[in-house]
């Protein structure tokens, strides 16, 4: 599937002929990635070529005349769709070729030099590990290093991620982004600009039942025991007040297998829950709590009149969603490190056979697409375990893994359009049932 990959705005920029070149500045997720010339792109392009072939995507011409401001608008769309384009092969998202260019982008645009550095590692109960890295490690790499000091096995890596966390105010917790595997933790962190933020080790997989491949490694059931527990106290997950009792006397215990067993029947157990936002329904401005996973958008929505409703949408009746900037950008030559995020996210729901479009107003919109993409995943590995004719290939944190699938049912799903600025991203058809790659 596309990533989440944007150029919102290009600067002109004097080089030391006396001419000016264009430097574009990438964002990943909604912060920004990394700064880059044409000319550099373009060699990468045709390095990928040598490895890869014609399978990439189409890249922009070079002119040898001054561009009219069209064509230069022109050319600043072209880049940011080929960006989203070459992240669709899982295959190419584990080369070299791949990675060491990106690795090199995020360190020229934050002036960082390869060097030994320590990391703190936030872990689900608060606790920090140190990790002894490289500036210029991978989030792939430093989730290598950290799983070899805690014991987790390997092959469970796919199964955890990094992400990008704020400790806000009484302690409550905000999951910003996940760390693509090619981006370095030490440059985002340092890059984020964000008050009492921090990279945080957690589950990564929205379907609970998962939970049962990872029982025979101890490290990995101290993990998730560690989340579970996390998530009951910051009030993501919401078990009643019996199962609570029997959670506490299990946790008093410390019956790790028997506490995980009975969190499987807890209510938005595994779930990922966003900051309060606003959503459209059934009125525009209206306050609510969303709450991802298990195939499932659940939303507690307070109502004009301060009532609350719960309404929940079924993934496998979402057709597509998009993500839209609203907002306007900073000034890009100060030290802003994010878009001035103002976004949305809508999605496309069947119901009694009609069509209608839910939008949330959230500045986690990318996030909750990430989400979003992940149970999409998680389903279609379901149904190539279902069906073994079938193949796909999904990639996952650590190794790939190749699974069955019809080509010609691959769907891509979904979409950044532009409001006030041009900013796109992937587009997603939403369809569970069957997925195919489409363009913008």
Known sequence: MKMHFCIPVSQQRPDALGGRY?????????????????SQLRRWNGQLRRVFGNCLP?????????????????????????????????????????????????????????????LDLFLPDGRSIQAEILTSDT?????????????????????????????????????????????????????????????????????PSLDLMLMDCRAAVNLIYMQAIQDIEKEWAKPT??????????????????????????????????????????????????????????????????????????????????????????????????LNQNLELRFQYSEDSCWFWFVIYTKQAFLLSSCLKQMISEKMVKQAAENPEMQIEVPKQGKSKKYHIQQSQSKDYSSFLPRKCKIKTAEVDCDLGTLKEEGL
């Open 139 to 207: 989030a792939e790499r430093v989730l290598e290093v950290v799983s070899h000091k805690i014991g987790l096995c390997r092959e469970l890596l796919g199964y955890f991620g990094l992400f990008l966390i704020r400790i806000c105010q009484e302690g409550k917790l905000s999951v910003m982004k996940k760390l693509a595997d090619f981006e370095l933790p030490y440059a985002s962190l340092r890059s984020s600009q964000v008050e009492n933020c921090k990279v945080g080790l957690r589950k990564w997989y929205m379907d």
């Open 241 to 338: 007040q019996v199962q609570r009792q029997t959670l506490e006397a299990l946790q008093k215990e410390d019956n790790q297998t028997k506490f995980l067993e009975l969190t499987q029947e807890v209510r938005h157990y595994g779930y990922v829950q966003l900051d309060p936002c606003t959503c459209d329904y059934p009125e525009p401005g209206c306050r609510a709590v969303i709450s991802v996973g298990k195939n499932e958008i659940s939303c507690c929505i307070t109502l004009p009149d301060n009532r609350t409703e719960d309404v929940v949408f079924q993934m496998d009746r979402v057709k597509c969603w998009q993500v839209t900037f609203l907002g306007t950008l900073l000034d890009m030559d100060g030290p802003q490190r994010t």
């Open 58 to 118: 189409p890249f922009p011409p070079k002119y040898y005349l001054a561009m009219t401001t069209s064509m230069a608008e022109e050319r600043r769309d072209q880049l940011e769709q080929y960006l989203q384009n070459v992240t669709v092969d899982p295959n190419m998202l584990k080369s070299d070729v791949f990675v060491d260019f990106l690795k090199l982008v995020q360190l020229d645009t934050f002036s960082i030099t390869t060097q030994r550095a320590s």
């Open 22 to 38: 264009t430097l574009y500045s990438v964002y990943l997720d909604g912060f920004l990635f990394g700064r880059v010339r044409y």
